[in-house]
Antibody, heavy 117, light 110 residues
């Protein structure tokens, strides 16, 4: 069974940093590109970032470019999102998602990031 | 950026009735469209990809159709577990263009 378990969310002040993790199991992790998608409370879905299977290429939404950094450790089966210079508008549930041909085949349960002073 | 517009925002349907949800793309995306279902407090779940292919384990009452800029998701006979929010997502010309979602349609009990 595919499992994606996100962690690392919490409350942080504007301008602060946070690192999210996603532990993957039940599939061959390095066979798949991985994404982060977020959802502000009560709002819709917003794609955040993609990392290719080998970690060689990364892509970001304009809203987070230059502030967020996605990475992965294929030996550990883990995905990460380093979030710097956090803004109030970054408050959201952050989901890790396993890609299949550019759509999101499996989603983790989400971890809540709250940016507040 | 390709903008995805879903309508209606809310759809009130009685159990057992048919529901039809719409999704429109701001430019042609061929059949590069997925549909997701999200229930309160849960992560989204993939229903449909390639505009019309059901994901593994998705009941046959869910069907998708369309191509180019106009797409629909139909639920033939609504069950209690189908009341949820549904999102469409385009993945045309990706990467490097942004993956975008529609704003969602909430299917509620009439």
């Amino acid at each position: 069974e595919v499992q994606l378990v996100a962690s690392g969310g919490g409350v942080v002040q504007p301008g602060g940093s946070l690192r999210l993790s996603c532990a993957a199991s039940g599939f061959t992790f390095d066979d798949y590109a991985m994404h982060w998608v977020r959802q502000a409370p009560g709002k819709g879905l917003e794609w955040v970032s993609l990392i290719t299977r080998d970690g060689g290429s990364t892509f970001y939404a304009d809203s987070v470019k230059g502030r967020f950094s996605i990475s992965r450790d294929n030996k550990k089966g883990s995905l990460y999102l380093q979030m710097n210079s956090l803004r109030i508008e970054d408050t959201a549930f952050y989901y890790c998602a396993k890609e299949s041909l550019q759509y999101f085949e499996q989603w983790g349960q989400g971890t809540l990031v709250t940016v507040s002073s | 950026e390709i903008v995805m517009t879903q309508s209606p925002a809310t759809l009130s349907v009685s159990p057992g009735e048919r529901a039809t949800l719409s999704c429109r793309a701001s430019q042609s995306i061929s059949t590069s469209l997925a549909w997701y279902q999200q229930k309160p407090g849960q992560a989204p779940r993939l229903l449909i990809y390639g505009a019309s292919t059901r994901a593994t384990g998705i009941p046959a009452r869910f069907s998708g159709r369309g191509s180019g800029t106009e797409f629909t998701l139909s639920i033939s006979s609504l069950q209690s577990e189908d009341f949820a929010v549904y999102y469409c997502q385009q993945y045309s010309d990706w990467p490097p263009t942004t993956l975008t979602f529609g704003g969602g349609t909430k299917v509620e009990i009439k």
